[in-house]
């Protein structure tokens, strides 16, 4: 089966300071692809990120970075000087087509990121 | 960035009452998604147009009516609803969903739906 886990129910960090939100997945196709969105108060999700299971070069845009394991099925988001802007729900999605998913979006149950000043 | 629009953005209604969500995408995307958003539940699909063309009814109860009109314009008509259909209910685009590369879903705003 498809499945993604996001095992941090919520996080709470000071300004500056920098945190990983953790994603584990599972699944039994060969070609994936994998997603990060963020949803703010204001109830968007927003993307983040996508990542193919072929390509496991980590990436860094800004203060983000994405960390790809595929030896041990983990897509973890990094945030560097955390900011309070910051503070959202992060969610970690998984696209596959294995089992009559059709290549519908998987979520984890997010991560609730709080920044304190 | 107001790729994806949602109205109205927050709905109370009783259960006897019948309301309409809108979408509208403004990216030229050819695929539109209903999902619910549940308190402390993972995101759920309701419903898939890939081209017009409904492509997926995750077993949606008959009190939520979906209508695509054209690629830009999606939307939701509830009717006789429950108080545990309160929720978020979000909208998704996306370029093709048979592009199985590269399709990434945008979303709206989502709209905040209380059932009275």
């Known amino acids: 089966a498809q499945k993604v886990t996001q095992a941090q129910t919520e996080i709470s960090v000071v300004e500056k300071e920098d945190v990983t939100l953790d994603c584990v997945y599972e699944t039994r196709d060969t070609t994936y692809y994998l997603f990060w969105y963020k949803q703010p108060p204001s109830g968007e999700l927003v993307f983040l990120i996508r990542r193919n299971s072929f390509d496991e070069q980590n990436e860094i845009s800004g203060r983000y970075s994405w960390n790809f394991q595929k030896s041990t099925s983990s897509f973890n988001f990094t945030i560097t000087a955390s900011q309070v802007v910051d503070s959202a729900v992060y969610f970690c999605?998984?696209?596959?087509?294995?089992?009559?998913?059709?290549?519908?979006?998987?979520f984890g149950k997010g991560t609730k990121l709080s920044v304190k000043p | 960035e107001t790729g994806v629009t949602q109205t109205p953005r927050h709905l109370v209604m009783g259960m006897t009452n019948k309301k309409s969500l809108k979408c509208e995408q403004h990216l030229g995307h050819n695929a539109m998604y209903w999902y619910k958003q549940s308190a402390k539940k993972p995101l759920e699909l309701m419903f898939v147009?890939?081209?017009?063309?409904?492509?997926e009814n995750n077993s949606v109860p008959s009190r939520f009516s979906p209508e695509c009109p054209n690629s830009s314009h999606l939307f939701l008509h509830l009717h006789t609803l429950q108080p545990e259909d309160s929720a978020l209910y979000l909208c998704?685009?996306?370029?093709?969903?048979?592009?199985?590369?590269?399709?990434?879903?945008?979303f709206g705003p989502g709209t905040r739906l209380t059932v009275l």
């Open positions: 147009y890939n081209f017009k063309e409904q492509t």
């Open positions: 998704a685009s996306s370029q093709d969903r048979r592009a199985t590369s590269t399709d990434t879903q945008y």
């Open positions: 999605a998984l696209k596959g087509y294995y089992g009559g998913s059709q290549g519908n979006l998987i």
